[in-house]
Nanobody, 121 residues
Framework: HVQLVESGGGLVQAGGSLRLSCAAS????????MGWFRQAPGKEREFVAA?????RYADSVKGRFAISRDNAKNTVYLQMNSLEAEDTAVYYC?????????????????WGPGTQVTVSS
């Protein structure tokens, strides 16, 4: 059973930075990709970034967010810079088997409970 736990969310002013972490534990496969998604109030969950054999980003965060991973710690990070009020959401990490860093949420098998990010303008 795979468990994901996010941390690092909080309240930040517009223009500020936060770094989210997501630690995976349990029976992870030797090859997996991880992604970050977010859901704002009244909106559907949307893709933010993913990393596997390569990385990919939503257009809305390119140049501002950076995803990275520490395989030894089974942890993925999301460095968020130049935050905007529109980035306010609950951020979820997800894990899928294989190296494909996909943007489709239905292709991820495991999800964390989420962490709140609030950007004040």
């Amino acid at each position: 059973h795979v468990q994901l736990v996010e941390s690092g969310g909080g309240l930040v002013q517009a223009g500020g930075s936060l770094r989210l972490s997501c630690a995976a534990s349990g029976r992870t496969s030797s090859s997996y990709a991880m992604g970050w998604f977010r859901q704002a109030p009244g909106k559907e969950r949307e893709f933010v970034a993913a990393i596997g054999g390569s990385s990919r980003y939503a257009d809305s965060v390119k140049g501002r967010f950076a995803i990275s991973r520490d395989n030894a710690k089974n942890t993925v990070y999301l460095q968020m810079n130049s935050l905007e009020a529109e980035d306010t959401a609950v951020y979820y990490c997800a894990l899928r088997s294989g190296q494909a860093a996909v943007a489709e949420s239905t292709l991820y098998d495991h999800w964390g409970p989420g962490t709140q990010v609030t950007v004040s303008s």
